[in-house]
């Protein structure tokens, strides 16, 4: 199962990296994806990154806020957060792709609340 930690409550325009870490398989060799869930609103894709860090948008409108990276000897995968708006508030979770972004996702992790309120 993938864990996430690193949300908080953070003002209008302010940043957070979030992180999403596994321990029992790497997660350099899987596509992982980031998701989020806003209060009364259906699970929707932001950005996932393959295996061979390459980036798919799943949400346009975030591309130029938020960013994916990998680190394969920390074992992680983090989300960039930036400028952030009221309407980013949402619990994110991370998901294995396995070999692709464009498929199925699993081994959800429980989930990291981002506030964002002034």
């Known amino acids: 199962q993938l864990v996430e930690s690193g949300g908080g409550l953070v003002q209008p325009g302010g940043s957070l990296r979030l992180s999403c870490n596994a321990s029992?398989?790497?997660?350099?060799?899987?596509?992982i994806g980031w998701f989020r869930q806003a209060p009364g609103k259906e699970r929707e894709g932001v950005l996932c990154i393959n295996s061979r860090d390459g980036v798919l948008v799943f949400r346009p409108s975030v591309k130029d806020r938020f960013a994916i990276s990998r680190d394969t000897a920390k074992n992680m995968v983090y989300l960039q957060v930036n400028n952030l708006k009221s309407e980013d508030t949402a619990v994110y979770y991370c998901?294995?792709?396995?070999?692709?972004?464009?498929?199925?996702?699993?081994?959800w992790g429980q989930g990291t609340q981002v506030s964002v309120s002034s």
């Open positions: 029992g398989f790497p997660l350099g060799y899987y596509a």
């Open positions: 998901a294995d792709g396995g070999s692709t972004c464009r498929g199925g996702f699993g081994n």
